[in-house]
């Protein structure tokens, strides 16, 4: 078992939409969430960063931790074409950032217009 | 500010040959990583850095090797390439609890 699972998807939503991403986990030491979103043939860019549990809010975008259910979300509110990527939850284990950042498989997500 | 510039950003090899790939970094981070991706697979950390001489292994580091001889480069070097390394190659670096910053990636195929 991997020790973070994401449904790959694909997930197609229509414009406007909102969408729910979603990883869990099973290393009870992981600390550090992350989500990135990578678009075809480009690296990963870094899209919402949070430490330990609770939520993040950055624009349309949500972030969410529930370390007692080794679980986190990443919404989308009001889905714009531009948003179709692929999108990469990581985990930092320990209390700091060690270097080991262990990603999930990443869901490939599509907006249409 | 370049950020993390990965090369070459496309190469062709033939099994058994061997090769570097290159990572440097302008941003003076202490940590570097390399990563290969495959389909469906998400990014697989290969080797990773947490400073200037310090270095140690991954989930997949079989088959490669790595040095970090100053802050700003972490080659990653192909010692004898098989087919089962076509991959898409990352390198990344961060300073901080901030999440890394990610190269443009190198296209390798072994045939």
């Known amino acids: 078992q991997k020790e973070v699972e994401q449904d790959p998807g694909p997930l197609s939503v229509p414009e406007g939409a909102i969408v729910s991403l979603n990883c869990t986990y099973s290393?009870?030491?992981?600390?550090?969430f992350m989500w990135y979103r990578q678009y075809s043939r480009k690296g990963p860019e870094l899209l919402m960063y949070?430490?330990?549990?609770g939520n993040k809010e950055d624009g349309r975008f949500t972030a969410q931790v529930d370390k007692s259910s080794k679980y986190i979300s990443l919404f989308i509110r009001d889905s714009q074409p531009s948003d179709s990527a692929t999108y990469l939850c990581?985990?930092?284990?320990?209390?700091?950032?060690?270097?080991?950042?262990?990603f999930g498989q990443g869901t490939t997500l599509q907006v249409k217009p | 500010n370049a950020g993390v510039t990965q090369t070459p950003k496309f190469q062709v090899l033939k099994t058994g040959q061997s090769m570097t790939l290159q990572c440097a970094q302008d941003m003076n981070h202490e940590y570097m990583s390399w990563y290969r991706q495959d389909p469906g697979m998400g990014l697989r950390l290969i080797h990773y850095s947490v400073g200037a001489g310090i270095t140690d292994q991954g989930e997949v580091p079989n088959g490669y090797n790595v040095s970090r001889s100053t802050t700003e480069d972490f080659p990653l070097r192909l010692l004898s390439a098989a087919p089962s390394q076509t991959s898409v190659y990352f390198c990344?670096?961060?300073?901080?609890?901030?999440?890394?910053?990610f190269g443009s990636g190198t296209r390798l195929t072994v045939v």
């Open positions: 290393n009870s030491a992981f600390q550090y």
């Open positions: 990581a985990m930092s284990v320990g209390s700091g950032n060690t270097g080991k950042l262990i």
């Open positions: 990344a670096s961060s300073n901080s609890n901030y999440g890394y910053t």
């Open positions: 949070t430490y330990s549990s």
